[in-house]
């Protein structure tokens, strides 16, 4: 189990930021001055999570998850080169990809009583005694 620590905190609170920042950006108008300082943002959020996430390791180093950091980073650069070249309907798949798989898939897994936020999440729910969270 891990414990919390600065790191751990910056790489939480920038994905929570990407997760409300993205979900505005899904409806907001596209291509209006508000998408695109959102979607710098969101961008910058994304990046940093995929980032602190190398500095977040278990007991035997990387596993999967970083392998979809490295992913992560690859197709925002994807989607960005995307959007200035103005080829919108690849910027709207790769970053709406982006947001459901790299976001809200990996997200639910973080609920998992055996993770670090699920666990404190059990716990403050009063759910946690039997899920294996404490």
Known sequence: MYAWNPVIVAHTVLAGT???????LLKAR??????RVGGWLWVL??????????AIQGPNGYSWIHGLSVFTLITLVAGVT???????QHHRN?????????????GLFTLLPQRLIGSALWKFLGLSAGMGGG
């Open 18 to 24: 990407a997760v409300l920042l993205g979900a505005g």
């Open 82 to 88: 995307f959007a200035r070249l103005h080829r919108v």
């Open 45 to 54: 959020c994304m990046a940093g999570v995929a980032s602190l996430s190398f």
């Open 30 to 35: 596209k291509g209006s001055p508000l998408h």
């Open 94 to 106: 790769t970053m709406m990809s982006l947001y459901a798989g790299a976001l809200v898939v990996t």
